[in-house]
């Protein structure tokens, strides 16, 4: 069976640009669940895995942009989630040359839990926030 993560509407924050990097983002989460899945080579599985870390830092990045240029007011507690996440992958990471195996399921697991739920609690609310501030 496979665990690849599907897109639903309940992602959906109502702002493109950030709602395309999350499909964006599925999607190389998805290829890194598919290359760990069909037991590709490490230096195949290390690519992917450095793409989904690499873009990641590069999604948040855009994320608080977006939430500073709207004057969010819970963006430093919204910046301390995306920090604590940057961190546990971080230290994962460096665990690859203990146990390589291991790491790499960890890490998907990780990501997987982390950013879904994210998206669905804190990341909802700033959609919900933009949209009465939009209307207000
Ligand atoms: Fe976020």
Redesign the pocket.
Known sequence: MSSRVKWEPKYELGIEEIDNQHKKWIEILNTFIEAREKGKEREVLKNVLQEIVDYTKYH?ET?EKHMEENKYEYLES?KK??KSLVNQVAEIVESVNINEARAIASLEVLLKNWVLK?ILT??KIYGEYLKYKGNS
């Open positions: 948040f994320e919204h989630k995306h994210h804190y990341d």
